[in-house]
């Protein structure tokens, strides 16, 4: 399955764009989804505040992996950067270089733009792995999830594995991932 879409060069972009990433996903495990959407938003906020031009996302779901490419026609290469611990900014690279198996970037052919590309696995859950479970599902599901938030009964989730804000604590990709 491969999906793309295009967005303006605006901050609130990024949410739609999220939420692209979210509905393109919805049969791959948890973990990866996380991260390719925040890859995706990373990527995205990048576009808006060093290209400063609309974007378009690409993303495609292989057998053992999702490919997210982001495009802008923003001349230059990014660069990781080094920020001290007091810089409000310049990690995003460092987050996308953790979060994904591969990444780079490439030129866009008769343009002065780029795509920015990463690549993120797909391991199976350790039950598929010892073939104790036959049917899909994403984590949540399998746990037997509803989606509705405990804490706010008739508030459903914003479409990720992430609680709704009433929730304490909030549960996040970070967090998961143990650098909270």
């Known amino acids: 399955m491969k999906r793309e879409a295009q967005f303006h060069a605006d901050p609130s972009s990024v949410t739609t764009a999220r939420r692209f990433i979210a509905g393109s996903l919805i049969d791959v495990p948890d973990d990866a989804a996380d991260a390719v959407a925040l890859i995706a938003s990373e990527l995205a906020s990048n576009s808006i505040g060093h290209a400063g031009s609309p974007y378009r996302i690409r993303i495609e779901r292989l057998p053992d992996h999702v490919r997210l490419e982001v495009e802008d026609d923003g001349d230059g290469r990014p660069?990781?950067?080094?920020?001290?611990?007091?810089?409000?900014?310049?990690?995003?690279?460092?987050?996308?270089?953790?979060?994904?198996?591969?990444?780079?970037?490439?030129?866009?052919?008769?343009?002065?733009?780029?795509?920015?590309?990463?690549?993120?696995?797909?391991?199976?859950?350790?039950?598929?792995?010892?073939?104790?479970?036959?049917?899909?599902?994403?984590?949540?599901?399998?746990?037997?999830?509803?989606?509705?938030?405990?804490?706010t009964p008739g508030f459903g989730r914003c479409g990720t594995t992430r609680p709704c804000s009433a929730c304490d604590p909030p549960i996040g990709v970070v967090a998961r991932r143990g650098f909270a």
Do not use: F, N, Y
Request: glycine share 14%; proline share 5%.
């Open 79 to 151: 660069i990781m950067k080094s920020p001290s611990i007091a810089d409000t900014s310049g990690r995003g690279l460092q987050i996308v270089a953790a979060l994904a198996d591969e990444w780079g970037v490439e030129p866009v052919p008769d343009s002065t733009g780029k795509i920015v590309w990463a690549t993120i696995a797909l391991h199976a859950s350790k039950a598929e792995q010892e073939g104790g479970r036959e049917s899909g599902g994403s984590e949540r599901e399998r746990a037997g999830d509803t989606g509705v938030c405990p804490r």
